[in-house]
């Protein structure tokens, strides 16, 4: 070889380089292939779900259930609960993005301020699914929710059986949760015909709502309308459980516990147990075990960039059609209770029946 030392030592690295470097690459690769390490598709799932609070005994079973199903998927779970402060929502919503989540599950405490949420997520390239209560003015990337509408006409549409006649009145829920409407709108075309040929009188023009779904809030309300018509209710259209027990509060407070129709919502045990005593006459029973497993497979399948086959209708949130699941609510009085909510495990017969 015709060179100098530091050449010839030049060219002899080079063709070690050059023999070395493809079996090297060879054993990553085989490397990779046996211990399946250094694939991004690899990388766990990690899922927000921030919550708008979990004062309200349903919430804490959405959480249990969505945790521990998206587990079973191979996901972890950053759960956040805001105790009713839309501001705090959001700020816990900006951490988790922060963190890198995948997706973000929001259960928003006010339908218009958490569409900061859907956008500060959006320009991170992170999607959104409103669960339970849909988001305005934003473009979340699913609404999965009971059918609203239906659960407010299940409540009047029962109340009306059983007193098609006399004065009714109606409590709403939080005025910042889209459900509230939506659940006023569906009593409302229950009720509207027997509005229309009299039979029927709103008390208090059926404005009140319970701010924040505030029992004592309710309490309040049903005891200034008790006053204000001189206990002459037939009715009381509550919008969920929790304001139920507080118009049932009321109600006791007059003697009236039990001959005033109360309606309510979500098979709160407290409910069931009124239900059974006969202070509270219904509940509208929503499976929770449903709509949570059904979220947290739809984060998933959204944090893989899957289309989601379930989301087969659309919702419109004022701004786009949202793509959405919507299940169905069931009607549950004293006689179905055992079949429906016991029977799905969510109380058990022993809690329901248990008497102070
Ligand atoms: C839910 C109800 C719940 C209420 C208060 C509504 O948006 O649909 O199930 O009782 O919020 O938390």
Known sequence: MNCKISQCVYRQKNALISTLLPLFIILICCGTMLFGCADSSDKKIKIGLSMDSLRVERWQKDRDIFVAEAKKLGAEVIVQSADGDPVKQNEQAENMITQGVDVLVVIPKDSIASSQIVKAAHEEGIKVIAYDRLI???????????????????????????????????LGGDPGDNNAHLLREGQLRALQPAIDNGDIQLVAEGKHWAVGWDPLDALNKAEQVLTKTNNQIDAVVASNDGTAGGVVQALEGQNLAGSVLVSGQDADIEACQRIVKGTQTMTVYKPIRLIATEAAQAAVALAK???????NQTVNNGKIDVPSIILTPIQVDKDNLDEVVIKDGFHSREDVYKTE
Do not use: H
């Open 136 to 170: 305005s003015e934003s473009e979340p990337d699913l609404y999965i929710s009971f059918d609203n509408k239906q659960v407010g006409y299940l409540q009047a549409e029962y109340l009306l059986r059983k007193k098609p006649k006399g004065n009714y009145f109606l």
């Open 305 to 311: 960039g899957e289309t989601l086959e379930k989301a």
